[in-house]
Nanobody, 121 residues
Framework: QVQLVESGGGLVQPGGSLRLSCAAS????????MGWYRQGPGKQRELVAT???????TYADSVKGRFTVSRDNAKNTVYLQMNSLKPEDTAVYYC???????????????WGQGTQVTVSS
């Protein structure tokens, strides 16, 4: 069994910062790519950032220069540091990860439960 648990969401004023965390637990052999998605009110889900097992990152244009994705492989955790937050960043943020279960060769994609980020004055 593998689970992803997110934390760190909340209410913040425009220009503020939040740091999201997503920890994977269970019978984990290895974690490949991890990423963050978000879905705002009345909007499509969009990819925010990704990070490979080696630490290579990609970002959506809308968050470049403001958000930073990182990971701690020893802790099976991915982070999303969000700075200079804007009201348009308001969304439910979801963590995803491609994980190989211990003792198996194949991988599966997993999702966190989502955490609400609200940017408002």
């Amino acid at each position: 069994q593998v689970q992803l648990v997110e934390s760190g969401g909340g209410l913040v004023q425009p220009g503020g910062s939040l740091r999201l965390s997503c920890a994977a637990s269970g019978s984990i052999g290895s974690i490949n790519d991890m990423g963050w998605y978000r879905q705002g009110p009345g909007k499509q889900r969009e990819l925010v950032a990704t990070i490979t097992s080696r630490g290579f990152t990609t970002y959506a244009d809308s968050v470049k220069g403001r958000f930073t994705v990182s990971r701690d492989n020893a802790k099976n955790t991915v982070y999303l540091q969000m700075n200079s937050l804007k009201p348009e960043d308001t969304a439910v943020y979801y963590c995803s990860a491609n994980i190989r279960i211990s003792g198996r060769w194949s991988t599966d994609n997993y999702w966190g439960q989502g955490t609400q980020v609200t940017v408002s004055s």
